[in-house]
């Protein structure tokens, strides 16, 4: 029988894609999302509950009413920025709504989780490219959330036999290749649709801020990685964590295990808004301005580590392919 994954968070940006990426590998996703940024059309034709993972008695409802085998837990705030000005509002529902979470799975006997972490974990670390093991130091309460819900699921997997992955993503980019989902964030943090929005006359200009790193065009590099690549990754995450019951977990012994998910590759703010110029053709007002403060010059990731333990690699690699899919869904092409 289909195994039923419990998607908290399924009605946004990377939870929909993975719901494409389950129901194709046979799964039955079941999506709880309070839509306080998700999208109930995103979810298409998935099981889905309006609801908040902080909301005690719903969980319990919830796994006592569906056989559920495994969690894929993409319920957070997601910004940096406003993680800064109102903290509280982060480490409520990231951290304390993933623990009331943890807690009812451990409560009702469901092991497995794949968790949406982040290579903010990292901080502003100059190591490049970044591997699993560098020191963990956030430095915004976003990343501080994330790192305290890893070291959670850590605890937890040792003392209650939970079996858990954190996926670290680096930046999450493009579209369905098929058209059918996209990024719909709002306000639009993510430089790859803001550059869209620019080229389609949505904004008058984009900006670059800092052209004097120590980087190849002087801008900053990032690691984009397609979302269908993210997808595909959960799916990888779970099928590892469904093997590791006959095989090494014996008892109450959890496990718990991290992974960078990335291209390997960066590419610059300059190279970003080139390929968007070319998949567009539009020649939108690109300004160049000061740094700002807490931006790294690099932050690539080493996905090692995927390849070797989950068999997973980015099969769209190519940054041309990402913004073409993120404009294609914004109906411009
Ligand atoms: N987008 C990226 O580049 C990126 C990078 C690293 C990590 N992540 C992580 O991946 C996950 C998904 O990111 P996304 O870009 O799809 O964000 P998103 O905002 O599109 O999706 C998050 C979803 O969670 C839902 N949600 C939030 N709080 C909830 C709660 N208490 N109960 C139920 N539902 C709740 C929202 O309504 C939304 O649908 C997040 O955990 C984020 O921290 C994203």
């Known amino acids: 029988m289909a195994k039923t994954i419990l998607v908290p968070g ?5 939870g929909s894609h993975t719901l494409l990426a389950l ?14 940024n998700g999208h109930q059309d995103a979810v298409l034709d998935a099981n889905f509950i309006e609801g908040d993972i902080r909301d005690e008695a719903l969980l319990d409802q919830l796994f006592e009413n569906h056989a559920i085998d495994a969690v894929v837990h993409f319920a957070a705030f997601i910004e940096a920025g406003e993680s800064v000005r109102d903290p509280m509002k982060f480490y409520d529902n990231n951290v304390a709504g993933s623990l009331n979470l943890v807690r009812a799975m451990v409560r009702h006997g469901v092991r497995k989780m ?5 290579a903010a974990v990292y901080g502003d670390s100059t190591d490049a490219p970044l591997t699993e093991d560098l020191p963990k130091v956030p430095i915004n309460p976003y990343g501080q959330t994330k790192w305290a819900v890893e070291c959670m699921l850590r605890d937890t997997a040792a003392a209650d036999g939970l079996q858990a992955i954190a996926l670290r993503y680096f930046n999450a980019a493009g579209a369905d290749p098929e058209g059918r989902l996209g990024e719909r964030h709002d306000p639009e943090t993510h430089l790859i649709p803001l550059v869209l929005q620019a080229a389609s006359g949505q904004r008058d200009a984009i900006s670059i801020f800092g052209t004097d790193y120590d980087t190849r065009d002087g801008t900053c590099i990032r690691d984009y990685i ?3 690549d993210l997808a595909d990754a959960h799916v990888k995450a779970l099928e590892h964590l469904f093997t590791q019951d006959d095989s090494k977990v014996r008892g109450r012994r959890g496990f718990y295990d991290a992974f960078n998910l990335g291209n390997g590759q960066g590419f610059s703010v300059r190279e970003v808004v080139d390929a968007a110029k070319q998949v567009t053709g539009v020649d939108f007002t690109v300004k160049e301005e000061e740094r700002r403060p807490g931006d790294p010059a690099v932050l690539v990731a080493n996905a090692e580590k995927a390849r070797t333990t989950l068999g997973w690699s980015p099969s769209i690699p190519a940054l041309e392919d990402m913004v073409a899919h993120a404009w294609n869904f914004m109906g411009q092409s």
């Open 114 to 118: 794949v968790f949406s972490s982040t």
């Open 23 to 36: 129901k194709a590998a046979g799964y039955t996703p079941l999506v709880l999302d309070n839509l306080s």
């Open 226 to 228: 397609h979302v269908a």
């Open 10 to 14: 399924g009605a946004g940006f990377i």
